[in-house]
């Protein structure tokens, strides 16, 4: 049996689109009548293993969509607003340019999109997040840096996701720039700082993509 996918249209076998055909002639006489008078179709061994076949090879190809259906982490983006007075422009940035000398480039923010892979909608999404560094020190013999305990702990929650959907969610609860000034007295100064972002999960629910985490180098400008 050969099966020939092109692009989203499955070509059948032969023999199986006849069997997915309403009966005709003498097949009719399969078919019981109710009420209406609409007859029902009975459907044959070929329609039955079709369907067998069909739901297996989803199941093959997408099990993450029947295993793991509910809401996910997709990606973390971290943005940065030059500007001093709102409404800011951000921007995606892939370093921190600051050094220990240097003001701060502007606002910083996370954008975290999370979707919901399920049929139906989800209330009460609670997201936490964890802000750590890692720090180098600024006098004395060069040496490579240390990833300490999370300096800021915060939450979010959603409180309606839609069935399908995807939603952005935008982080701004943080102050970084206390702490990279405290960091500093104390004779240190970040490398890069990293977010690992959790949802909390439901009874039953896996943890496969509710967890994710994402770094952010800090050099001088």
Not at 71 to 87: D, H, I, T
Not at 119 to 144: C, D, N, T, W
Not at 155 to 180: C, G, H, Y
Request: charge should be positive; hydrophobic fraction near 45%.
């Amino acid at each position: 049996m050969i099966w020939k996918m092109v692009g989203p249209v499955m070509s059948l076998p032969s023999g199986v689109g006849s069997a997915l055909r309403p009966a005709s002639g003498p097949r009719r006489a399969a078919c019981d009548k109710r009420g209406s008078g609409q007859p029902r179709l009975v459907k044959s061994p070929a329609t039955h293993r079709f369907l067998a076949f069909f739901f297996t090879l989803s199941f093959i190809l997408y099990p993450s969509y029947f295993l793991f259906a509910g809401v996910s982490l997709q990606k973390v983006e971290w943005q940065v607003g030059a500007s001093r007075k709102p409404p800011r422009q951000f921007s995606v940035i892939r370093e921190w340019k600051q050094g220990p000398s240097d003001k701060a480039p502007g606002k910083v923010r996370i954008v975290l999109s999370i979707v919901n892979t399920s049929s139906s909608a989800v209330e009460g999404v609670l997201v936490r997040y964890a802000l750590s560094a890692k720090l180098a020190p600024l006098r004395g013999e060069k040496s490579a840096g240390a990833w300490v305990v999370p300096f800021w702990l915060e939450e979010s929650r959603v409180p309606w996701l839609a069935a399908l959907q995807t939603k952005n969610i935008l982080l701004t609860r943080m102050d970084l720039q206390v702490f990279f000034k405290r960091m500093k007295r104390l004779g240190y100064w970040p490398e890069a700082i990293k977010i690992q972002v959790m949802i909390e999960p439901k009874m039953g629910e896996s943890l496969q993509d509710h967890i994710l985490e994402s770094e952010l180098p800090i050099v001088s400008p």
